[in-house]
């Protein structure tokens, strides 16, 4: 199964300095340019480390950024009607790739829903590290109150399922 990165997954693992995580998951790997220079071109340019920090793991082959021909696809071209929603490129490229879209927006994830593109958010990705060995339990729980400690939002309620997940994996 292939991947294709939202910007808020990134941004938050950068923060949490725990962009290692993706490693985790299968490839490819894969951001849209649209993401790329909303998160890494402007985030430079504004001197955001998390931004130099995805900048690197890009050079590095963590991810890699590609374009999408929103065109050819018809997810993106039904969803570029609609203004508010910034995930269409996202979107187009896990639909026209049959790949999984990392992305924590309630708009993002119920368009993908009507859409019928499989998505998933930043937790799972730190779950799915756990789960395979990539962290043990308390780095993953670690990563998780960086993010929030960095600004990621997570409801009461869903992280305690967060880390009730993360102590059945001990």
Same mark, same amino acid.
């Given at each position: 199964?292939?991947?294709?990165?939202?910007?808020?997954?990134?941004?938050?693992?950068?923060?949490?300095?725990?962009?290692?995580?993706?490693?985790?998951?299968?490839?490819?790997?894969?951001?849209?340019?649209?993401?790329?220079?909303?998160?890494?071109?402007? *985030?430079?340019?504004?001197?955001?480390?998390?931004? +130099? +920090?995805?900048?690197?793991?890009?050079?590095?082959?963590?991810?890699?950024?590609?374009?999408?021909?929103?065109?050819?696809?018809?997810?993106?071209? +039904?969803?570029?009607?609609?203004?508010?929603?910034?995930?269409?490129?996202?979107? *187009?490229?896990?639909?026209?790739?049959?790949?999984?879209?990392?992305?924590?927006?309630?708009?993002?994830?119920?368009?993908?829903?009507?859409?019928?593109?499989?998505? +998933?958010?930043?937790?799972?990705?730190?779950?799915?590290?756990?789960?395979?060995?990539?962290?043990?339990?308390?780095?993953?729980?670690?990563?998780?109150?960086?993010?929030?400690?960095?600004?990621?939002?997570?409801?009461?309620?869903?992280?305690?399922?967060?880390?009730?997940?993360?102590?059945?994996?001990?």
């Amino acid at each position: 199964m292939s991947w294709v990165f939202d910007a808020t997954p990134l941004i938050y693992l950068a923060k949490a300095d725990r962009l290692g995580v993706i490693e985790a998951l299968d490839e490819p790997r894969v951001v849209p340019e649209a993401v790329y220079r909303e998160v890494v071109t402007t *985030g430079v340019e504004q001197g955001y480390d998390d931004a +130099r +920090r995805i900048e690197r793991a890009v050079e590095d082959g963590l991810v890699d950024v590609v374009a999408v021909d929103t065109d050819d696809s018809t997810v993106a071209t +039904r969803l570029a009607q609609h203004p508010g929603l910034s995930d269409a490129a996202v979107l *187009g490229c896990a639909d026209a790739r049959d790949a999984v879209a990392a992305m924590d927006e309630s708009a993002g994830r119920s368009a993908a829903e009507v859409e019928d593109v499989e998505t +998933r958010g930043t937790a799972y990705v730190v779950l799915a590290a756990v789960r395979d060995g990539a962290l043990s339990t308390v780095e993953g729980r670690d990563a998780i109150d960086a993010m929030i400690d960095h600004g990621w939002y997570v409801a009461p309620d869903v992280y305690t399922k967060i880390v009730g997940k993360l102590e059945s994996f001990e």
